[in-house]
């Protein structure tokens, strides 16, 4: 069974641009979660899908978006890149998180602003 | 505030040199309890989830366990393989978000 695939696997921006992260979940699963890793921060949650509607947020600013599609891939956009983006960032599906079902992860995105 | 904290930060064995990792917990109704590793440049493997105190659970080497309060994971035995980052994570409530740790960085040595 394919386990969760994000491309690209590093990308390498400058401040003011834009950028866009795809993920695509273990089949059958529903439930999307994006997260930023930093050594210092360690996970902070970013937003969840739950069959293309966005079911929980973090605490980012509004330049982080996203979205799900029909068959349960998801796209993550961050706009006006700051030097302070940079990290990895990790996708993570599930069935749907009733009565704390797990993530799995995917192998992240690594994002580096110049 | 929902909050998990886990220790220690960094923690190095010589093979076969059993120890406990910790994940302490303050969160309102708890919904789960889950254990990763995470490798460099890779992204978390999910090893346990524990639903209420008592539980425990095993996977080879390793061994999770769940209180009111904290959770451990024991390494039995560890070999150089099992080096990696250990990450704990609460799922709270009824929104559904899972609450990190910083992780334990382990380090086994031959």
């Known amino acids: 069974k394919a386990g969760v695939t994000q491309t690209p696997r590093y990308l390498i921006k400058t401040r003011g641009q834009q950028v866009t992260l795809s993920c695509s979940p273990i089949s059958g699963h529903r439930s999307v979660s994006w997260y930023q890793q930093t050594p210092g921060q360690g996970l902070q949650f970013l937003f969840e899908y739950f069959s293309e509607t966005q079911r929980n947020k973090g605490n980012f600013p509004g330049r982080f978006s996203g979205r799900q599609f029909s068959n349960s891939r998801s796209e993550m956009n961050v706009s006006t890149l700051e030097l302070g983006d940079s990290a990895l960032y990790l996708c993570?599906?599930?069935?749907?998180?009733?009565?704390?079902?797990?993530?799995?992860f995917g192998d992240g995105t690594r994002l580096s602003i110049l | 505030e929902d909050q998990v904290t886990q220790s220690p930060e960094a923690l190095r064995l010589q093979e076969g040199e059993s120890s406990s990792l910790n994940c302490s917990y303050t969160v309102s109704g708890l919904r789960g309890l889950f254990w990763y590793r995470q490798d460099p440049g890779k992204g978390p493997e999910f090893l346990f989830t524990?639903?209420?105190?008592?539980e425990e659970k095993e996977k080879e080497r390793l061994k999770a366990t769940l209180t009111k309060k904290e959770s451990f994971l024991h390494i039995t035995a560890p070999k150089p393989e099992d080096s990696a980052t250990y990450l704990c994570a609460a799922n709270a409530g009824n929104n559904r978000k899972l609450i990190w740790g910083l992780g334990t960085s382990l380090a086994v040595n031959p």
């Open positions: 524990l639903y209420s105190a008592g």
């Open positions: 993570a599906s599930s069935l749907g998180q009733e009565r704390g079902q797990p993530q799995h």
